[in-house]
Each structure stands twice: as structure tokens, then as C-alpha cells.
């Protein structure tokens, strides 16, 4: 649906078509930094419980980085997070129409066809 190149508080760069989908490389104190390695460490124990992917609401942080580049959500955004290998958490978020966010696409149709 649309690309998301920086966190919108640090700057930091988000990695593109990386496996893990909304993987940011916040700077150091970033606020949204700090929450996602909250989640991430929340995730991983959660992991520990899980066979496959399970969903579980959309964390402040998650709602404002996707939201800051237009994506809009629905009232109580849920987020399917699936662990790849031990280390690559992938978090799939679907908007408020029910389609899979894509943050490797493309932000508008003409981009596609400029090609
Ligand atoms: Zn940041």
C-alpha cells in the first residue's frame, strides 16, 4: 500500500523488503525504538508458548508509524505475528478496509506504471 522510509520521530531508516516486514533502525532513545523492543521482547516470550502465528492488538507505536504514512487503520488494529526463524519476528497488519498492508509497495499507482 505504501512505503515507510524513516520513523517518523528519529529518522531512523526502516529496512527495506526485509522478511520482518516494519523492521526500523531507530536511533538511540527514539521513544518508538524503545517501545519496539518492548514488544519484540514481549513477542518473543509469547513465541516461547506459540506453534505458528497468533494475533494480538496493534501497539501504540505500531498504529502511529504506520498511521504517519497514511495507512489507515481500523478502531482496534490487531497483529498477526508469525516468527520466521528464532530471530525474525514478521507482524502482518492488515488496514481498515481488511487488505494486508504491504510497506514494500509503492505509494501510488502511477510509481508502478512509471517503472
Ligand atoms: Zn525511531
Same mark, same amino acid.
Given at each position: 500500500?505504501?512505503? #515507510?522510509?524513516?520513523?517518523? #520521530?528519529? %529518522? /531512523?531508516? +526502516?529496512?527495506?523488503?526485509?522478511? /520482518? /516486514? #516494519?523492521?526500523?533502525?531507530?536511533?538511540? !532513545?527514539? *521513544?518508538? %525504538?524503545?517501545?519496539?523492543?518492548? !514488544?519484540? @521482547?514481549? $513477542?518473543?516470550?509469547?513465541?516461547?508458548? !506459540?506453534?505458528?502465528?497468533?494475533?494480538?492488538? @496493534?501497539?501504540?507505536?505500531?498504529?502511529?508509524?504506520?498511521?504517519?504514512? %497514511?495507512?489507515?487503520?481500523?478502531?482496534?488494529?490487531?497483529?498477526?505475528?508469525?516468527?520466521?526463524?528464532?530471530?525474525? *519476528? *514478521?507482524?502482518?497488519?492488515?488496514? @481498515? +478496509? %481488511?487488505?494486508?498492508? $504491504?510497506?514494500? @509497495?509503492?505509494?501510488?499507482?502511477?510509481?508502478?506504471?512509471?517503472?
Amino acid at each position: 500500500m505504501t512505503r #515507510l522510509p524513516a520513523c517518523p #520521530l528519529c %529518522g /531512523g531508516p +526502516r529496512l527495506p523488503d526485509h522478511p /520482518g /516486514g #516494519l523492521v526500523i533502525r531507530h536511533r538511540q !532513545r527514539c *521513544r518508538h %525504538g524503545l517501545a519496539e523492543l518492548a !514488544r519484540q @521482547a514481549a $513477542d518473543a516470550d509469547e513465541a516461547r508458548t !506459540r506453534v505458528g502465528p497468533w494475533l494480538r492488538p @496493534a501497539t501504540w507505536t505500531e498504529r502511529n508509524l504506520l498511521e504517519s504514512v %497514511g495507512v489507515q487503520l481500523s478502531a482496534e488494529p490487531m497483529v498477526e505475528v508469525l516468527y520466521l526463524t528464532p530471530s525474525v *519476528r *514478521r507482524r502482518t497488519f492488515t488496514d @481498515a +478496509r %481488511g487488505e494486508v498492508v $504491504d510497506l514494500d @509497495a509503492d505509494a501510488s499507482p502511477e510509481a508502478e506504471v512509471n517503472r
